[in-house]
DNA sequence: ACAAGTCGGTTGTATTTACAACAGAAAGAG
DNA sequence: CTCTTTCTGTTGTAAATACAACCGACTTGT
């Protein structure tokens, strides 16, 4: 795990902690190191979770199939985030949707448990982890807000822009990737994906924006 | 703010804290109530707050309107709930919608530094109150992604099935009452109130439901 | 009791979206 | 390199939605 630890120091998670004190917590938080192929299930809808989930490597998507094959991408994780961290309270039930690898991907999981209890031993960092727990769950709540916000406009146009300036101010530019195909950000803002793109183009042809695969500028 | 105390020892903030020892911590946090008319503004898109807020009377709704007049009712505050939860952190930006007073309510505000810097005098419930809290934004989480599940389906019938029947799995029963009338029902969903009401009552034609003003069955 | 306002249901039409189907470009496998 | 697969854009049609307008039932305030 020695190898992912550029990667750990920078997380929300150990925000604030000591790179010798990670490595004592790793062992104190119960911390495993798993391994996912491209397509790979790393949770599924319905199961009970009882670890918090970091991504060191690879791509997640979380996502929710319906009964007639429709998916609605609820999110997206990238390298050093996490998952899960809004499921370690007790009276939290089942799991929503699926969390699926997207490319091949290396996850750490922490013991809730080992958490949330007040740890005996010497670790002291375990108020400033749930500290931090709290901020990541608090981000993630902020963004939920933002894509209820996004889909929460009526037509794919108003969808699209909502979204695409969301972006563009959160990269601080108006040129920006996003972490989509068309496919992708059709089941992410729940909508048909040959309209969007249809609404795309018509938005380039009337000079809104210029955009190539994943890359945007708004004009 | 005696006269809350009944109401304060059941929100989640204060869960596992008695109620002698609330009543320090309603000093230690820098409690203030304030009251507000039917239709006042509790806060502002785009204000900085500094404060969580427990309602204690009265009834609150999360909305945003955008340029063209269109509502989106995010989500909905009763009493005993509380709201800001997710707003503590430094590095939160400004508030992405409005809370509106339904009825004429009453809050308690609770200083947001007080809550997160450790207390160095006899209150030894920070901690507990940063896991209260680290709940509570988890619990509003999992709300926000069953909300997106909903909203996120295609068609109005089935945002509202999806909507009605996971409030009817909340209240463990087929017949509930929802915080909502018709147009806030359809802001709430993002969908438009005559279609919607023309799918209701289909859905009612079709043996699928009975309801009554706020009032639903599911058959 | 009356007037004014709110609420829920209904209808028709214009607009928008979903779906299916297809074609060219790009990416990946052997 | 060639074949296969994936991705993106395009189009036409069927279906669903938004919008406006209206009505009757019910509330509220005076």
């Given at each position: 795990m020695q190898q992912y630890m550029q990667i750990l120091k920078n997380t929300k998670l150990f925000s604030g902690v000591r790179e010798e004190e990670i490595e004592t917590m790793l062992i104190c938080l119960g911390a495993t190191l798993h391994q996912y192929k491209k397509g790979d299930y790393v949770f599924r809808t319905g199961e009970y979770i009882h670890n918090l989930t970091v991504l060191v490597e690879g791509s997640l998507h979380i996502q929710k199939d319906d009964y007639w094959g429709n998916r609605a991408i609820l999110g997206h994780i990238a390298v050093g985030e996490m998952f899960g961290e809004a499921y370690l309270s007790p009276d939290s039930g089942p799991l929503p949707n699926d969390v699926v690898a997207l490319k091949d991907s290396c996850v750490i999981f922490f013991d809730v448990d080992r958490i949330l209890s007040v740890c005996t031993?010497?670790?002291?960092f375990h108020s400033l982890t749930v500290k931090n727990l709290f901020f990541a769950v608090s981000e993630k709540n902020r963004r939920l807000v933002a894509k209820l916000g996004h889909i929460s406009n009526r037509t794919t146009r108003e969808k699209l822009l909502s979204y695409l300036s969301d972006e563009a101010k959160r990269s601080k530019s108006s040129s920006f990737f996003i972490p989509f195909n068309r496919q992708q950000l059709a089941d992410f803002l729940s909508v048909d994906r040959s309209a969007m793109s249809n609404e795309l183009c018509k938005m380039r042809d009337e000079g809104l924006m210029e955009f190539n695969k994943n890359h945007f500028t708004l004009l």
């Amino acid at each position: 795990m020695q190898q992912y630890m550029q990667i750990l120091k920078n997380t929300k998670l150990f925000s604030g902690v000591r790179e010798e004190e990670i490595e004592t917590m790793l062992i104190c938080l119960g911390a495993t190191l798993h391994q996912y192929k491209k397509g790979d299930y790393v949770f599924r809808t319905g199961e009970y979770i009882h670890n918090l989930t970091v991504l060191v490597e690879g791509s997640l998507h979380i996502q929710k199939d319906d009964y007639w094959g429709n998916r609605a991408i609820l999110g997206h994780i990238a390298v050093g985030e996490m998952f899960g961290e809004a499921y370690l309270s007790p009276d939290s039930g089942p799991l929503p949707n699926d969390v699926v690898a997207l490319k091949d991907s290396c996850v750490i999981f922490f013991d809730v448990d080992r958490i949330l209890s007040v740890c005996t031993s010497a670790c002291k960092f375990h108020s400033l982890t749930v500290k931090n727990l709290f901020f990541a769950v608090s981000e993630k709540n902020r963004r939920l807000v933002a894509k209820l916000g996004h889909i929460s406009n009526r037509t794919t146009r108003e969808k699209l822009l909502s979204y695409l300036s969301d972006e563009a101010k959160r990269s601080k530019s108006s040129s920006f990737f996003i972490p989509f195909n068309r496919q992708q950000l059709a089941d992410f803002l729940s909508v048909d994906r040959s309209a969007m793109s249809n609404e795309l183009c018509k938005m380039r042809d009337e000079g809104l924006m210029e955009f190539n695969k994943n890359h945007f500028t708004l004009l």
